[in-house]
């Protein structure tokens, strides 16, 4: 997969694919970049990109519960949430509606949703009654993908570093651009999921020195953001 391809690509599922090939071995590897966390939000994402699923309560339940586990809050209640998508699994219809949310669910709830986190977006895309039926869907799951693991056709999502001896194939974010005022206006960011003042950041990072030009187009850009996005994790020290 060239860049070009995983800038344009709308199938969020060949790309989550693509990170688990081992391809990028010069660097850090796109391979490590699956983590618990990235993939739960992505999922969360998925969800909350979807019609289908904002009127299913079960998921709606289990997006939220995931996102504070990966925040931090433990993971001990998504996990009696898995049991329940797996009970409802079986007493849902096989290939309904109402079979493939469940299943959306039990996959974003699951253990292993670092490896398998590009089965939300599948299922959710066979509950909504495929793309013709929501249009732009594909679209917005491949968008939400790009906007938490970013950079990864290069091997990161983009580095911290004290004194950067590049030049790098991925963003770098120089410790001391990270300001109080550019830390506290992602924290804000983060906290309220305000991503509408990325923008703010863009020039706060600007008035710090920043002359990543990847980073500061990512905050100008039209998005869409999503909680887990890479440039907010990068001021924060998220991973």
């Given at each position: 997969?060239?860049?070009a391809?995983?800038?344009?690509s709308?199938?969020?599922?060949?790309?989550?694919?693509?990170?688990?090939?081992?391809?990028?071995?010069?660097?850090?590897?796109?391979?490590?970049?699956?983590?618990?966390?990235?993939?739960?939000?992505?999922?969360v994402?998925?969800?909350?990109?979807?019609?289908?699923?904002?009127?299913?309560?079960?998921?709606?339940?289990?997006?939220?519960?995931?996102?504070?586990?990966?925040?931090?809050?433990?993971?001990?209640?998504?996990g009696?949430?898995?049991?329940?998508?797996?009970?409802?699994?079986?007493?849902?219809?096989?290939?309904?509606?109402?079979?493939?949310?469940?299943?959306?669910?039990?996959?974003?709830?699951?253990?292993?949703?670092?490896?398998?986190?590009?089965?939300?977006?599948?299922?959710?895309?066979?509950?909504?009654?495929?793309?013709?039926?929501?249009?732009?869907?594909?679209?917005?799951?491949?968008?939400?993908?790009?906007?938490?693991?970013?950079?990864?056709?290069?091997?990161?999502?983009?580095?911290?570093?004290?004194?950067?001896?590049?030049?790098?194939?991925?963003?770098?974010?120089?410790?001391?651009?990270?300001?109080?005022?550019?830390?506290?206006?992602?924290?804000?960011?983060?906290?309220?999921?305000?991503?509408?003042?990325?923008?703010?950041?863009?020039?706060?990072?600007?008035?710090?020195?920043?002359?990543?030009?990847?980073?500061?187009?990512?905050?100008?850009?039209?998005?869409?953001?999503?909680?887990?996005?890479?440039?907010?994790?990068l001021?924060?020290?998220?991973?």
């Open positions: 997969m060239t860049e391809d995983w800038r344009a709308d199938d969020a599922v060949d790309l989550y694919l693509y990170l688990q090939l081992d391809v990028v071995p010069r660097y850090r590897t796109a391979r490590t970049l699956l983590t618990r966390r990235l993939g739960a939000l992505f999922g994402a998925c969800v909350r990109a979807t019609p289908a699923a904002l009127d299913h309560p079960p998921l709606v339940r289990a997006a939220e519960a995931v996102e504070r586990a990966a925040d931090g809050g433990g993971w001990a209640d998504v009696g949430l898995n049991r329940e998508a797996e009970a409802a699994c079986d007493t849902h219809t096989p290939e309904s509606p109402a079979h493939h949310l469940a299943m959306a669910t039990l996959r974003l709830t699951g253990d292993d949703v670092a490896r398998c986190s590009m089965h939300v977006p599948l299922f959710l895309l066979r509950a909504s009654g495929g793309p013709a039926a929501v249009p732009g869907l594909r679209r917005a799951y491949a968008d939400a993908l790009r906007d938490v693991y970013g950079h990864a056709i290069r091997g990161s999502r983009g580095r911290r570093m004290k004194r950067p001896a590049g030049p790098y194939p991925y963003p770098v974010l120089r410790e001391d651009w990270v300001t109080s005022a550019v830390a506290a206006l992602a924290e804000g960011i983060y906290a309220d999921q305000a991503f509408h003042h990325l923008p703010v950041l863009a020039d706060a990072l600007e008035d710090a020195g920043c002359t990543d030009e990847a980073i500061v187009a990512h905050c100008r850009g039209p998005g869409p953001h999503v909680r887990g996005c890479w440039v907010v994790d001021v924060l020290g998220k991973s």
